[in-house]
């Protein structure tokens, strides 16, 4: 069931962990083939992931072939079930996505590349992970059009038609994300620079 799909998770998921979006157990993701459900078994690290490490579930959530799922499997039947037209959604823990947001500057679709994929990112709120409230948090900001979905200090999900532009936009909006952050802090060291020189003129 789904073998392809499995496959092709796999090798994403190693894609992913290599592109630094995941480490160790990180991370999710899944594709939706009619009202069937490929997704990471739980516990699997990304950069070893092969074909079966996925379990295949319904939308209830049950388990028709593979291992337990990621806990994270409600937030991922949440969004397909909130938007007909999503077949692939790709969860990472993307650093400078979060260090941004930490910074307290909106991420946002900074480079051209980005804006190929997105046009803004969401925001939702902290809540506990696995959780019923994290899973319809995400699902109503994804039925607001939202394909790129920050959720506060804890990771990025990124909803696409397809799995290849799922992955390419996440890492997209990863990429976006270290160029904003970049320029942030090299803005913020100019600053203090130049107000450094201006004490040292003015004898201060
Ligand atoms: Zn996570």
Redesign the pocket.
């Known amino acids: 069931m789904l073998d392809e799909d499995r496959e092709e998770l796999a090798r994403e998921a190693r894609y992913l962990a290599l592109q630094g979006l995941v480490a160790g157990r990180?991370?999710?993701l899944s594709v939706r083939r009619g009202g069937l459900v490929a997704i990471k078994g739980t516990g699997v690290r990304m950069l070893d992931a092969g074909p079966r490490d996925f379990s295949v579930i319904d939308m209830e959530g049950r388990v028709l072939e593979g291992p337990r799922p990621s806990s994270?499997f409600r937030m991922h039947l949440g969004i397909y079930a909130a938007r007909p037209d999503v077949g692939a959604i790709v969860?990472?823990?993307p650093p400078y996505t979060l260090s941004l947001r930490a910074l307290g500057v909106a991420p946002e679709p900074f480079t051209e590349e980005a804006r190929l994929y997105y046009d803004r990112v969401c925001v939702v709120p902290r809540l506990p992970?696995g959780g019923e409230e994290l899973a319809s948090a995400s699902a109503s900001a994804a039925s607001s059009g939202c394909r790129a979905i920050l959720?506060e200090g804890?990771?990025l999900v990124f909803a696409a038609g397809g799995l290849k532009e799922a992955v390419d936009g996440a890492v997209a909006e990863e990429r976006s994300s270290q160029v904003q952050f970049m320029s942030v802090i090299s803005e913020l060291l100019q600053k203090i620079y130049l107000s450094c020189a201006d004490r040292r003129k003015s004898g201060g």
């Open positions: 990180e991370g999710n994270e969860h990472v823990h992970p959720l804890h990771g």
